[in-house]
C-alpha cells in the first residue's frame, strides 16, 4: 500500500482545515487507518485512527470534538476534517496503514506510511 497525503496549509487560530489521504494498491479496506503528527522538537504522536468499516474510531484526547476522522473504501481515501484549529496543531501529519486492530494508537500497529503534509496553525 502506497499513501499520500494532502490538504495541509496556513490558517488562522479557530479555522479549519481538511486532510486527505489517498491509498493505492489493493485490500485498503483490509486496514486500519491512522493519523499521527510531529511537531517541531517533538515526537510523533497519535491523532485518530479508523477501523476498516469506518464503524470504530479514536482520537487523542485533545483534538475530541474538533477533529473526524472518515474513510471512503470505494475510493481508497482517508480524510482528517480538523476545525478550531490551534497553534499546538501545528505539525507534519501523516497517514498510515495497519492490521493490528486492537493497538490503534501505537504507531508499531501501523506497517505503512504516508508522505507527511504540514499544517500550520498561526495566532
Excluded at 474513510?71 to 499546538?88: G, I, V, Y
Aim: charged share 15%.
Amino acid at each position: 500500500v502506497q499513501l499520500q497525503a494532502s490538504g495541509g496549509g496556513l490558517v488562522q487560530a479557530g479555522g479549519s482545515l481538511r486532510l486527505s489521504c489517498q491509498a493505492s494498491g489493493r485490500a485498503f479496506s483490509s486496514y486500519i487507518m491512522g493519523w499521527f503528527r510531529q511537531a517541531p522538537g517533538k515526537e510523533r504522536e497519535f491523532v485518530a485512527a479508523i477501523g476498516w468499516s469506518g464503524g470504530l474510531t479514536r482520537y487523542i484526547d485533545s483534538v475530541k470534538g474538533r477533529f473526524t476522522i472518515s474513510r471512503d473504501n470505494a475510493e481508497n481515501t482517508l480524510h482528517l476534517e480538523m476545525f478550531s484549529l490551534q497553534p499546538e496543531d501545528t505539525a507534519v501529519y501523516y497517514c498510515a496503514a495497519g492490521r493490528n486492530y486492537y493497538y490503534p494508537r501505537r504507531q508499531s500497529a501501523y506497517d505503512y506510511w504516508g508522505t507527511g503534509t504540514l499544517v500550520t496553525v498561526s495566532s
